[in-house]
């Protein structure tokens, strides 16, 4: 098999068939050949021929078979769940789909903070009770949105809070780039407090690293706002689940919107559950009906790149090695 042809594992997500991500990548590649491996056999069989190949998950028992492979295109912004010592011993090149969830984590973030805003978790409970009674609100206007994590996500967070009329804040690994925030902090210790002490809503949009593990803990409950909201579209570890619990029991924050959490799946029993002032997703901010289109175009743009330099140098959103 050559670069012109390209396998797509048969994995799926957000509950779209995978058929479309194949279909997609077939539009924008016509000139290519690209197979859908439907079952496990098909993938054992199919893959030790191809060298582009593409799909959520890479099992090292697959990989032992993929005797031609050059690229992985991981269907996933995260490539944590993949084999990455084995795929750099064998010298593949991983890129990943940095970039798809941009507009859709975005407004996901700014519809969480304006439900805080305007309070309509409290709406909601009073029409559930028909109760027509007033209750007090906020503004967004004028606050201050500290975002973490100044990638993609992160960026289209801010992009989409200009219109508000809100002053920004940025914590990155190296604030000496800058970035679309009014002010950008490092993750050290005292520039992660500074911003918190200043922040109303902090959205935390970064990756889960051995800096971020944990990064939300009891110090950062105590140092941040009382009236702050924390939105958590990351991964769920990088806060401190008993920490946060604690700092809702203690109104040392006026409330959390998880889109992630630690553990995860929540287990019915848990606490987070229960409080009127937290709103839960399914780790669903990720869902968009354009995923596929999205992660086709870079899947594309980087097969045409192969079959036109025959090198794997140079790849959008390549990540390894």
């Known amino acids: 098999m050559t670069a012109d042809e390209i396998l797509v594992l048969r994995k799926g997500t957000h509950g779209i ?14 000139d290519h050949t690209v197979t859908l491996a439907r079952t496990p056999a098909e993938e054992r ?28 295109a991981c269907a996933y912004a995260g490539t944590g769940h993949l084999p990455l010592d084995r795929l750099r011993e064998r010298g593949v090149a991983v890129t990943n789909a940095s970039g798809v969830h941009g507009p859709n984590i975005g407004e996901h973030v700014l519809g969480a903070i304006l ?26 206007q004028g606050s201050t949105v500290t975002v973490v994590g100044m990638g993609a996500i992160g960026r289209a967070v801010v992009d989409r809070l200009e ?21 950008v902090y490092g993750f050290d210790e005292e520039g992660v407090h500074e911003a918190l002490a200043r922040t109303d809503y902090l ?21 941040i706002r009382p009236d702050a909201v924390l939105v958590n579209v990351a991964r769920g570890p990088v806060v401190d689940t008993d920490a946060l619990v604690g700092a809702l029991r203690s109104n040392w ?45 870079i899947v594309a743009r980087n097969a045409e790149r192969v079959r036109e330099t025959g090198s794997t140098d140079d790849l959008e959103n390549r990540v390894h090695p």
């Not at 029993?269 to 869902?287: K, R």
């Open 45 to 72: 069989e199919l893959i030790g021929d191809h060298s582009f190949v593409t799909g959520m998950v890479l099992e090292e028992e697959l990989l032992e078979a993929a005797d031609e492979l050059d690229v992985f």
């Open 163 to 183: 219109p508000f009329g809100v002053e920004t804040i940025g914590v990155r690994y190296s604030p000496e780039k800058g970035g679309p925030t009014d002010e």
């Open 253 to 297: 924050i006026r409330g959390a919107s998880l889109d992630v959490t630690d553990p995860e799946p929540l287990p019915p029993e848990h606490p987070l559950w229960t409080f009127e002032n937290v709103q839960i997703t399914p780790h669903n901010a990720g869902h968009t009906p354009q995923y596929y289109d999205r992660l086709a175009d």
């Open 115 to 140: 439900s805080f805003t305007r309070r309509f978790h409290v709406g909601a409970r009073r029409q559930r009770r028909r109760e027509w009674r007033h209750y007090q609100a906020h503004e967004l």
């Open 17 to 30: 068939p995978v058929e479309q991500y194949a279909a997609a990548i077939r539009e924008r590649l016509p």
């Open 203 to 223: 959205v935390l949009a970064c990756p889960l690293t051995d800096e971020t593990r944990g990064l939300i803990d009891e110090d950062a409950f105590v140092t």
